[in-house]
């Protein structure tokens, strides 16, 4: 069992960053790779970035490449989400994922299916 807690979110204006942080708990060496999703109401969950916890090989979005940075810290169990010039349409709840199962990141890193282990979700909101 994994237990994820993700911190962070916000209020911010349009071209402005945050960092979001997840700590992971748990059987956290068994982590084979982490991931940040997002969620608008009436909308279906979207992937935002992976990393492969071994490897720390990255993995982003079309809609955030350049803009975000997903990177890990091993000793402190933890994933952050480095979010830079937010627009309006960045507004989401974020999710921290986690899975402990091999997969092809290429392939199914971006499958929210992929993930066994998730947050409670942070709020970001970014205003016009």
């Known amino acids: 069992q994994v237990e994820l807690v993700e911190s962070g979110g916000g209020l911010v204006q349009a071209g402005g960053s945050l960092r979001l942080s997840c700590v992971a708990s748990?059987?956290?060496?068994?982590?084979?790779?982490m991931a940040w999703f997002r969620q608008d109401p009436g909308k279906e969950r979207e992937f935002v970035a992976a990393?492969?916890?071994?490897?720390?090989?990255?993995y982003y979005a079309d809609s955030v490449k350049g803009r975000f940075t997903i990177s890990r810290d091993n000793a402190k169990n933890t994933v952050y989400l480095q979010m830079n010039t937010l627009r309006p349409e960045d507004t989401a709840v974020y999710y921290c994922?986690?899975?402990?199962?091999?997969?092809?990141?290429?392939?199914?890193?971006?499958?929210?299916?992929?993930?066994?282990?998730w947050g409670q979700g942070t709020q970001v909101t970014v205003s016009s």
């Open positions: 994922a986690a899975t402990v199962r091999f997969i092809t990141m290429a392939v199914a890193g971006d499958r929210a299916g992929s993930y066994d282990y």
């Open positions: 748990g059987r956290t060496s068994s982590t084979y790779a």
């Open positions: 990393i492969r916890w071994s490897t720390s090989s990255t």
